[in-house]
């Protein structure tokens, strides 16, 4: 990440809503930005192999659900906040992961300039990648900011997305039984 294209960017958007960045309040503001996107944008420089590498022996599990995984992303549309709760189950194939690494997976996708169909798609494919399991199943259930504190400007609409990759695509028995999990 390049902190003073950042800074330089941040000063530019003070002036053009007509603030002064170098007033007290705002001097050390492009900073402070810059710093921050370090932080919500760390998932360009990390990546789900590096978290999902490490697996155990488990011949005998069935579906593992790590349910209400809280998140914070940012809209790619309108760089404002989208947040809420990730589910995610897998049917390992003989191994299983630590079950943390399930929600640094997480980071790793909310952590970027995202759409929510894109980051759910992405952490089912990543788990479907790197442990081979018999399927994976995610669900985003997220407030947008750019839909409830600007433009149409409904607060609590919640949007809901799903993939389902292997067993849980092929199978409405087991989707079934995940959303019963989740609810
Ligand atoms: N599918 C999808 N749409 C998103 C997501 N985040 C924001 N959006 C939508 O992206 C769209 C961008 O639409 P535009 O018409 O280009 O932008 P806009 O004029 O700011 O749209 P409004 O929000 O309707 O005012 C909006 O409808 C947003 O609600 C997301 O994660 N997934
Ligand atoms: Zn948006």
Redesign the pocket.
Known sequence: MDAEKIRQGVRLLLEGIGEDPEREGLRDTPDRVARMYAELFAGYADSASTHLSTTFASPDSEMVLEKDITFYST????LLP?FGKVHIAYIPDGRVVGISKLARTVEVFARRL??????TAQIADALMAELHPKGAMVAVD?E?T??TM???KKPGTR?L?YCSRGAFAKDPELKREFFSLVR
Do not use: S, V
């Open positions: 809209c790619e549309h309108h989208f995202q759409i929510q169909e894109q980051m997220a947008h750019c839909m600007r433009g149409i949007t997305t």
